[in-house]
């Protein structure tokens, strides 16, 4: 089973409307929690910390529930510049910064 | 300020040939990365340094890698005898104090032929 598991994807939704990606992570230690973005052949990008009270960037929201070692990232009112792959990220602490990816879920956003 | 840079941006190597992919960090950041992103799935984990330590090599698939940080600034990823396997993007990231907040350089896309 890999650490961290995303909805497959993709996901081809219209401009405006309101997507919801979830993540699995499976190190009950893993300490913090984000969601990259990255465009096409581009590097990823951070786009939000999780926290455990939830968090919210304009369109953006993001949750973590720890006991069921779960993670979400909302986005409303969808932009055609919102187009990209969404990478859950979880830091195991193991060396101070280590990061585990999750394989990423793409998000097309159409006119 | 200037982000993380890496050369080269992209390189082709025959099967069997040595290649060096350097990475400068933002200035300043302590913690560096090495990432190796296979086509169509996330970055997986290389190597870790802080400072010209490198605390963690664990994500290095073989020993044919090695990565070095001499001065605790500049980063060079050495494959020796690279096979088509390690044809992928080599991504490097800095991180300051707060070392969970990473910042990516463009990547090297390497094809191995």
């Known amino acids: 089973r890999k650490e961290v598991e995303q909805d497959p994807g993709p996901f081809n939704v219209p401009e405006g409307a309101t997507v919801a990606f979830n993540c699995t992570y499976s190190?009950?230690?893993?300490?913090?929690f984000f969601w990259y973005r990255q465009d096409c052949r581009k590097e990823p990008k951070l786009l939000m910390s999780v926290y455990s009270s939830g968090n919210e960037d304009g369109r953006f929201t993001a949750q973590l529930n720890r006991a069921s070692q779960y993670i979400s990232l909302l986005i409303r009112d969808s932009k055609l510049s919102d187009s990209a792959t969404y990478l859950c990220v979880v830091n195991t602490g193991g060396s101070q910064g280590n990061l585990i990816f999750g394989k990423g879920t793409k998000l097309s956003v159409k006119p | 300020g200037a982000g993380v840079s890496q050369s080269p941006r992209y390189k082709v190597a025959k099967r069997g040939q040595d290649v060096a992919l350097r990475c400068d960090p933002i200035?300043?950041?302590?913690?560096l990365f090495w990432y190796q992103q296979a086509l169509g799935q996330g970055p997986e984990f290389l190597t870790y340094f802080q400072n010209e330590a490198q605390l963690d090599k664990s994500g290095l698939p073989s020993d044919r890698f090695f990565a070095e940080r001499p001065e605790g600034s500049v980063s060079t990823l050495k494959i020796q005898r690279t096979q088509q396997e390690d044809s992928a993007v080599y991504l490097c990231a800095s991180a300051g104090m707060r070392s969970y907040e990473q910042y990516f350089g463009p990547g090297t896309r390497l094809t191995v032929t």
């Open positions: 200035s300043g950041h302590v913690s």
């Open positions: 190190n009950s230690a893993s300490q913090s």
